[in-house]
C-alpha cells in the first residue's frame, strides 16, 4: 500500500481520501495536490515514487512537467500584463507583432490567439527540434503561415503553437521571455518553484513521466486511427516532427530529456511543484501571503467568459462540450468539471490540473508523472471530492 505524506486540514479530509483512492485504484506512479483556501494552504499531499525505474520516491521537493497547465500561466500572465496596460487583448496582434498580419492574418485579434481562435493550430514548415530550442525559427514559420481558418470564425485547441504565440505577443508588450515572465510576474512574487526553461541545479528534483497504460480496447484502437488520419492534429502535436506524437519515445527530444526541460515550449513543459500551482492560482482570485490579489475583479469576470465553444474546427478532433475563455478552460466541461461557475484553469496531458475558483477563493494544484489515457478521472475525483468538502463546512 502507497504511504500518503503530508496533510489536510480538518474538513478537508475528502481531499486526502480521494487522493490515497487514485492509488489504490493502481492508477498513480507518484503524484501531488495542494490547495489554498482563502489564502492558505490546507491541503499538501505526495505519494510514489517519482521514477519507477529507480524507485526514486516522490517527496515533498519534487517538481514535475505540467504539460498544458502550463497554458493557464501564459493566460494569467497576459492578463497581468493587460492590467499593467502593456497589452489590450481586443487589439488586432499587429499592434504589438506587426509581422504577424502577412497571408490573412491581419485582423487576428490578441484574443483570437488566447482563445484558440486564431486558424493557426498547426504549421507547414517542417521544423526541427534546434528550430524550437532557438525561438525565432518558430516565430518566422507563424509569420509565413496562412491561417487554417478565417481568424475568429472559429476555434480549435492549438496544442503547442499556442505557446509561442502567446509568448510572442507578450515578449513584445512586455520585453520579457516566456520564462521570464514567468519568473517575474508569478514564481518570484510567491516564492513559488515554476520554471518554463528550467536551470540545470532544479533538474534532478524532476519526476519521470511515464507512459499512459496500455489500452488496446476496440474504442481506444478506433480513436488512434482517427487521429492519425488527421495531419493536422498529427502535425500540431509534433511540430512537423520536431517532438514526438505521443511526448514520450525515450530519445533526446521527449518530455523527460533535460534538453527539453531547458527549452520554452510555453504551451507544454513548464516545470513545477503542485504547491507553486495551487499558490499562483491562489493569489489570483485572494490575498496570499501578504501578496495582493493578482486580478482585479475585472480581469477575473473575463476570464470566467467563454469565448470558444461548440464543435470547433473539423480538422482536430474537439471534445464534446469543451469550453475556453481568454486562455483558461472553464467550467462546464463535461470532461473536466472545475469547482463551480466561478473556476477557471487548465489541465494537461498527464491529467494534470491547476485552476482558480473566485468565489471559494480556492487555488488548486494537481500534477503527477503518469500520462493519461482518454477519460482519465484521477483529476475529477479530486475536484469532486473538494466540492464535497467545501459543501459540508458551509
Known sequence: MTEI?????????PVADAFKDNFTRGTETGA????????RLVVDLHAGLADEATGRPWDADTVAVAFSATKGLMALSGYIAQQRGLLDFDAPVTSVWPEFGAHGKEHTTIRDVFAHRAGLVALDADLTYEDLSRWSPVIA???????????????AYHALTFGWLTGEILRRATGLRPHELLAEYLAAPLAADAWIG???????????VHPAPEDTGPEALALYEKVMSMPALVRSVTLGGALPAGFLDGG??????????AMEIPAANGIMSATALARIYAAAVSTVGGTP???SDRSITDALTPRSSGDGWPGVLTPPGIRFSTGFLVNGFPGRPLLSDASFGHDGASGSLGFADAGAEIGFGYLNNRMANPGDERANHLTAALRRALASTH
Open 5 to 13: 505524506h503530508g496533510f489536510a486540514d480538518e474538513g478537508f479530509g
Open 32 to 39: 501531488a495536490c495542494a490547495i489554498h483556501h482563502r489564502g
Open 252 to 261: 533526446p527530444t521527449d518530455f523527460n530529456s533535460p534538453a527539453n526541460h
Open 141 to 155: 514559420a507563424i509569420e509565413a503561415q496562412s491561417p487554417q481558418w478565417k481568424p475568429g470564425t472559429d476555434f
Open 198 to 208: 528550467l536551470t540545470a541545479h532544479v533538474e534532478p528534483r524532476v519526476a519521470t
Open 293 to 295: 490579489r493578482l486580478l
